[in-house]
Nanobody, 124 residues
Framework: QVHLVESGGGLVQAGGSLRLSCTAS????????MGWFRQAPGKEREFVAM????????YYTDSVKGRFTISGDNAKNMVYLQMNSLKPEDTAVYYC?????????????????WGQGTQVTVSS
């Protein structure tokens, strides 16, 4: 099991920026992908972005393309989510997640380790 800890959430005005960080520890060598998901009150957890370590390929949900950037340093066991041009609808708890699946898909079921989440609130 991989232990994940997120940081960097907070309150920001619409149009502002935040950078989330996630530190991984544990069985890191088995990690094939890491991702960010979010969950707003009363809604299901949804995919935001992911990175596959083997190819450094990145994937985003349509609503954040052009505004969010996922990056990572597998050697340092870190993954980041740079969020720009934030909107009130981006308000949610953001979770870092890890997948051991080589062809992990952008869905919660493919990720087996999760952080505790960090709150992001965007005011209008």
């Amino acid at each position: 099991q991989v232990h994940l800890v997120e940081s960097g959430g907070g309150l920001v005005q619409a149009g502002g920026s935040l950078r989330l960080s996630c530190t991984a520890s544990g069985r890191i060598l088995s990690s094939n992908a890491m991702g960010w998901f979010r969950q707003a009150p009363g809604k299901e957890r949804e995919f935001v972005a992911m990175i596959r370590w083997s190819s450094s390929s990145t994937y985003y949900t349509d609503s954040v393309k052009g505004r969010f950037t996922i990056s990572g340093d597998n050697a340092k066991n870190m993954v980041y989510l740079q969020m720009n041009s934030l909107k009130p609808e981006d308000t949610a708890v953001y979770y870092c997640a890890d997948s051991m699946r080589y062809w992990a898909q952008p869905r919660p079921a493919d990720f087996s380790s999760w952080g505790q989440g960090t709150q992001v609130t965007v005011s209008s």
